[in-house]
């Protein structure tokens, strides 16, 4: 097979994937001869598009999948996508307005019918963008949260986790987000730091000229006050107790209440209290028996209630609140304050605390088992620091709220009369009969309008991609779930590990009484090269889909593994993926050099049996770490441990070494073993690089029907002759000095030169020798010294080399670079002596610290004593 002298990554590309996914290698079946390994895509909203965040994630899923399936293991990625409530929604509500419809002109069913031809419009972009990455997913598994058989499976949870006491209703201040007009749970709440003002306002106190001051932040809710209170310790207010004051503007009057609650030491001491806009007055609220006023709209403006400003957006309030209560004489100052604000996780709106009925799952119990798992390392999570945080949210868990105020998603199975009493059932006639059952009247019965949070669906999702019938009481699972669950390892985000994981596990232990999974791999945030996260309005996150048809898909996989440590953010530069594209035709160029080759029936050149024999010794160390890296998911560590195998290793040295003379044949042991070498290489670098790797396989020799590299056995390590790779680094390193010696002394890079080693007892690379002479252009080596005085010298380690060249060199510029080296060598020598002579040192360090120093030592001593000689003899 002949290759061009240029890769082509798109054509490459498209040719394997489409031989893949023909020949089925993707497909996870059930196999009792094998041993399962199964990962679940985290799934991406159905509303996304590739992102530099999936590309990682999902490169490493790949990663691990391939290596897995190389391993002999019948191995299942799952894909599927996600309904994403809130986000779809509003993809849908926009495209509806720029039709000129509005939501609230439709029915349900017709906005329905909207979002599903969206959803199956747009909806599986992001997984076709996953094959050009080279995904290697059960492509026939794809799982989508609302499917019909997992949307039932979400309803039959939901009910099963009512009737055992978990799930109830009741009225609750919630996190509500005015912009997708739906209550969050505390999760989807991110806080930052904002700018804001604190208004100092007069509060006149009832029956008298006196007045109180009180600070707040939110002047705009001062209409819906139902209380003022202050710290019954506090001697500023004494005389305050049990009197009413005036709300300014609307002179309604509130009373004056004391409660331990209140900071003396914040603002002046005395609070406003709002329990409709306030969790912690809303608590006051109740233990005082105070009034509740909501003064705000669903979408955050302000209602009749207010009387003020009715209609106003809320912030838009604030300001002519402000200005009227200074124009009333009632505003004494307003300062800088810096707010810890609250922030919608899918619309960044800001988050208003609201009264509202909702639907609420208790957590105490759903978390202990979840929390004992991950803290005795059952389910490990990588990197191991997240588990004090994970610990931390797992034990200061609160009540989930579960009812979003959607339409697109699982409709809450709960069923209302006319007086607003309900059932839980899975339908209508079940309902029907509930209510008879409880002997409760009903005319007709009306469904509740919510819908679940997105996440009480996707925390079912790696028991519910196998079998979606198993919530039902029961029922022990399929044979795909019982064989393939728990799965192995989830590769996802730190952000999700509450939103998501810890539920899964919940999820897991409540309806599998096992852990969902054995391993989290927890990645960084994608990040640019200044340390910022990416994102379109900062113009820095750059398209994939661009990135892989420059680069090509290879290329830009191994741009992101090249710095991407478990949990850490990985800084991106696309030059790292410009170094993955001239890693890939540093192969493709490794491989036309050695199909240029012809053979003959010669013998093996000694150098090349040396160099066989190293290079087998090298791969299988290499693959010793290799398996390491990978076992502490150090998926990073593992391709730069292959990447400097194949770039420096093989490339550099190896071919280097049995590389015939132009125009002559090898010999056809050292091809064979060459040829046997690449496949090697090309195993363990395939699941980093599919694409090339497979073409590659393809070309080395001609391959059976199914003789693909995808299924290929992984390589196993066999033993390590230390012996032969230290003398390896010896002989690489007297080249590499040859050649600087060449380059800094002017003489040519091919001019023959003669070595002179002047201890042979301190040559230890032997059988190196012909090696050192090929690659080092030296036609002869000899023991002691030359005859005459015109030599250059040149120290490897303590080893000591002379090379004559006949006074072609210039004494005094060689005397001085000697002598540089000599002060150099004596001062490191008198630093490791002072250390040594620190007795502390001595008896307190490590024994092999000590002893590495006194090789330094030994080193130095011989290295001065080399240099003295030289000098002696210019």
């Known amino acids: 097979m002949s290759l061009s002298s240029k890769y082509n990554p798109a054509e490459t590309e498209s040719k394997w994937?489409?031989?893949?996914?023909?020949?089925?290698?993707?497909?996870?079946?059930?196999?009792?001869?094998?041993?399962?390994?199964?990962?679940v895509i985290p799934p991406p909203n159905v509303t996304g598009v590739l992102h530099m965040g999936h590309m990682l994630n999902n490169t490493i899923q790949d990663v691990l999948v391939r290596r897995a399936r190389m391993q002999g293991k019948e191995t299942c990625w799952v894909p599927g996508t996600d309904h994403a409530?809130?986000?779809?929604?509003?993809?849908?509500?926009?495209?509806?307005?720029?039709?000129?419809?509005?939501?609230?002109?439709?029915?349900?069913?017709?906005?329905?019918?909207?979002?599903?031809?969206?959803k199956e419009k747009y909806g599986g972009i992001i997984l076709e963008q996953l094959k050009k990455l080279g995904a290697s997913c059960d492509w026939e598994r794809t799982k989508f949260t609302m499917d019909p058989d997992y949307y039932e499976a979400v309803v039959d949870v939901f009910i099963d986790l009512y009737r055992k006491g978990y799930i109830y209703r009741g009225l609750r201040m919630v996190n509500w987000d005015p912009v997708g007009k739906t209550a969050l749970s505390d999760d989807e709440v991110f806080y930052r730091d904002v700018p804001s003002k604190l208004y100092y306002i007069k509060y006149p106190i009832e029956g008298s000229s006196d007045y109180v001051t009180i600070a707040t932040v939110r002047p705009e809710t001062i209409m819906a006050d139902t209380a003022v209170c202050i710290h019954p310790n506090d001697p500023r207010y004494t005389h305050l107790k049990g009197k009413r004051a005036i709300i300014p503007l609307i002179n309604r009057t509130v009373p004056i209440i004391e409660d331990e609650y209140v900071t003396m030491e914040f603002g002046t001491g005395c609070l406003k209290v709002t329990p409709a806009h306030d969790a912690n007055d809303y608590e006051l609220g109740l233990k005082h028996n105070l009034e509740i006023i909501d003064i705000l709209n669903e979408d955050g403006t302000l209602n009749d209630k207010a009387i003020l400003?009715?209609?106003?957006?809320?912030?838009?309030?604030?300001?002519?609140?402000?200005?009227?209560?200074?124009?009333?004489?009632?505003?004494?100052?307003?300062?800088?304050?810096?707010?810890?604000?609250?922030?919608?996780?899918?619309?960044?709106a800001v988050i208003e605390p609201r009264l509202s009925m909702q639907w609420f799952v208790k957590m105490k119990a759903l978390t202990t088992p979840a929390l004992e798992n991950v803290l005795n390392d059952s389910i490990q999570l990588i990197p191991p620091k997240f588990k004090n945080t994970y610990r931390h949210w797992m034990e200061n868990v609160r009540d989930w709220c579960i009812s979003r105020q959607l339409w697109w998603g699982h409709r809450i199975p709960a069923w209302y009369n006319e007086t607003g009493e309900y059932v839980v059932a899975k339908t209508?006639?079940?309902?029907?009969?509930?209510?008879?059952?409880?002997?409760?009247?009903?005319?007709?019965?009306?469904?509740?309008?919510?819908?679940?949070?997105?996440?009480f669906s996707s925390w079912l999702w790696p028991i519910a991609v196998f079998d979606c019938s198993?919530?039902?009481?029961?029922?022990?699972?399929?044979?795909?779930?019982?064989?393939?669950?728990?799965?192995?390892?989830?590769?996802?985000?730190?952000?999700?590990?509450?939103?998501?994981?810890?539920?899964?596990?919940?999820?897991?232990?409540e309806y599998r009484h096992e852990k969902p999974f054995k391993n989290v791999y927890l990645t960084g945030i994608v990040r640019d090269k200044l340390g910022r996260k990416m994102s379109k309005s900062l113009g820095n996150s750059p398209d994939p889909l661009e990135l892989m048809s420059k680069y090509g898909a290879d290329g830009v996989r191994t741009g992101m593994l090249f710095s991407s440590p478990a949990g850490n953010d990985l800084l991106f530069d696309e030059k790292l993926c410009e170094q993955g594209r001239n890693f890939a035709n540093k192969i493709w160029n490794a491989f036309r050099l050695v199909q240029g080759w012809s053979t003959a029936s010669i013998p093996q050149p000694e150098e090349n049996k040396?160099?066989?024999?190293?290079?087998?010794?090298?791969?299988?160390?290499?693959?010793?770490?290799?398996?390491?890296?990978?076992?502490?998911?150090?998926?990073?560590?593992?391709?730069?441990?292959?990447?400097?195998?194949?770039?420096?290793?093989?490339?550099?040295?190896?071919?280097?070494?049995?590389?015939?003379?132009?125009?002559?044949?090898?010999?056809?042991?050292?091809?064979?073993?060459?040829?046997?070498?690449?496949?090697?290489?090309?195993?363990?670098?395939?699941?980093?690089?599919?694409?090339?790797?497979?073409?590659?396989?393809?070309?080395?020799?001609?391959?059976?029907?199914?003789?693909?590299?995808?299924?290929?056995?992984?390589?196993?390590?066999?033993?390590?002759?230390?012996?032969?790779?230290?003398?390896?680094?010896?002989?690489?390193?007297?080249?590499?000095?040859?050649?600087?010696?060449?380059?800094?002394?002017?003489?040519?890079?091919?001019?023959?030169?003669?070595?002179?080693?002047?201890?042979?007892?301190?040559?230890?690379?032997?059988?190196?020798?012909?090696?050192?002479?090929?690659?080092?252009?030296?036609?002869?080596?000899?023991t002691g010294k030359p005859d005459g005085s015109g030599a250059l010298t040149l120290l490897v380690n303590t080893t000591e080399f002379i090379i004559p060249v006949n006074g072609q060199i210039n004494r005094e510029a060689e005397r001085q670079a000697l002598q540089k080296e000599l002060d150099y060598q004596r001062g490191f020598l008198e630093s490791v002596n002072r250390k040594l002579s620190n007795e502390r040192f001595v008896s307190s360090a490590p024994a092999a610290v000590v002893e590495n120093e006194r090789k330094k030592k030994a080193d130095a001593e011989a290295r001065i004593r080399a240099l003295e000689e030289q000098l002696s003899r210019l």
């Open 17 to 39: 994937y489409a031989r893949w996914m023909e020949k089925g290698f993707f497909r996870g079946r059930v196999n009792p001869d094998k041993q399962p390994y199964c990962i």
């Open 85 to 118: 409530s809130i986000a779809t929604e509003a993809r849908v509500v926009a495209m509806l307005r720029e039709k000129g419809i509005r939501k609230s002109d439709l029915t349900r069913e017709e906005f329905l019918r909207h979002a599903w031809e969206w």
């Open 309 to 348: 400003f009715v209609g106003e957006d809320r912030f838009e309030a604030r300001k002519k609140i402000a200005k009227e209560l200074e124009a009333h004489g009632y505003l004494v100052k307003a300062e800088d304050y810096t707010s810890n604000v609250g922030f919608s996780e899918r619309t960044d």
């Open 428 to 455: 209508r006639e079940e309902a029907e009969k509930l209510f008879s059952e409880k002997q409760i009247p009903f005319t007709s019965l009306r469904q509740d309008e919510d819908v679940l949070d997105t996440w």
């Open 470 to 509: 198993v919530f039902k009481d029961g029922n022990k699972g399929n044979a795909d779930l019982n064989y393939f669950y728990p799965t192995n390892d989830l590769v996802t985000a730190p952000e999700i590990l509450f939103f998501w994981v810890a539920r899964m596990i919940m999820a897991g232990y």
């Open 610 to 782: 040396t160099a066989c024999l190293w290079f087998e010794n090298r791969f299988n160390q290499a693959l010793a770490e290799l398996d390491e890296h990978f076992s502490r998911f150090r998926i990073s560590d593992a391709l730069m441990t292959v990447y400097t195998l194949i770039w420096e290793d093989f490339c550099s040295w190896y071919l280097e070494i049995i590389k015939p003379e132009f125009g002559k044949p090898i010999d056809e042991v050292t091809c064979r073993k060459t040829i046997s070498f690449f496949e090697s290489q090309l195993k363990i670098l395939h699941p980093f690089m599919p694409f090339i790797t497979e073409e590659l396989w393809h070309a080395l020799q001609q391959r059976s029907d199914n003789d693909y590299l995808i299924v290929a056995r992984w390589p196993q390590s066999g033993k390590v002759d230390e012996g032969i790779l230290e003398e390896a680094r010896f002989a690489f390193q007297t080249v590499s000095e040859l050649r600087n010696l060449r380059s800094s002394k002017g003489i040519a890079p091919k001019q023959p030169l003669t070595l002179y080693v002047t201890d042979e007892s301190r040559m230890p690379a032997s059988r190196f020798i012909p090696v050192i002479k090929k690659l080092g252009f030296v036609e002869a080596l000899h």
